[in-house]
T-cell receptor, first 114, second 116 residues
């Protein structure tokens, strides 16, 4: 596997379910990100982990809980979601110390909350 | 708070045409600006990155320019092809941040369709 992978690619869940999204990067990067992409809206940065420590939480509801056990893996734990949480969730990674760093994105998980 | 706007929201052109996509941002205190491409249902792919001290970057048929003081960037695509059909997003990184990740602010994108 190369680049950034995300599983599952599609997820349908009820409002009372608990599920987790997984992201893995094979690029040796030291920063990882979760974004939410809703129709007709800009990508919203949800969480940033740098050197495995959370450095950003953009007022995300507590029903979203991130976890970064090591520099290669990032999880987003979901519980008691609302239908408006249906969106494409994108993971990205970057080498934060580089002046020309760019973010490399995974293919996303398409989440539907019923 | 930084806001990034992209015009037009959608664009349809015949194959072979040269075209320009526009991006504007409200806070000129940026470290760099990037253009990304997103194919339907997929993640983003970085196309060009312009540092705040640069005026333009080129890659193949793509040329991106940056006018930091006026808060504008353009992406020029020469001789468009059907394979260029995708959504194009621009994103800015604020200056002055060290450590703590690379926090980008994205525009809503321009959806491009190149027809045969």
């Amino acid at each position: 596997e190369t680049g950034v992978t995300q599983t599952p690619r599609h997820l349908v869940m009820g409002m009372t379910n608990k599920k987790s999204l997984k992201c893995e990067q094979h690029l040796g990067h030291n920063a990882m990100y979760w974004y939410k992409q809703s129709a007709k809206k800009p990508l919203e940065l949800m969480f940033v982990y740098s050197l495995e420590e959370r450095v950003e939480n953009n007022s995300v509801p507590s029903r979203f809980s991130p976890e970064c056990p090591n520099s290669s893996h990032l999880f987003l734990h979901l519980h008691t979601l609302q239908p408006e949480d249906s969106a494409l969730y994108l993971c990205a990674s970057s080498q934060e110390t580089s002046s020309t760093d760019t973010q490399y994105f995974g293919p996303g998980t398409r989440l539907t909350v019923l | 708070k930084q806001e990034v706007t992209q015009i037009p929201a959608a664009l349809s052109v015949p194959e072979g045409e040269n075209l320009v996509l526009n991006c504007s941002f409200t806070d000129s205190a940026i470290y760099n600006l990037q253009w990304f491409r997103q194919d339907p249902g997929k993640g983003l792919t970085s196309l060009l990155l312009i540092q705040s001290s640069q005026r333009e970057q080129t890659s193949g048929r793509l040329n991106a320019s940056l006018d930091k003081s006026s808060g504008r960037s353009t992406l020029y695509i020469a001789a468009s092809q059907p394979g260029d059909s995708a959504t194009y997003l621009c994103a800015v990184r604020p200056e002055g941040l060290t450590g703590g990740g690379n926090k980008l602010t994205f525009g809503t994108g321009t959806q491009l369709k190149v027809e045969l």
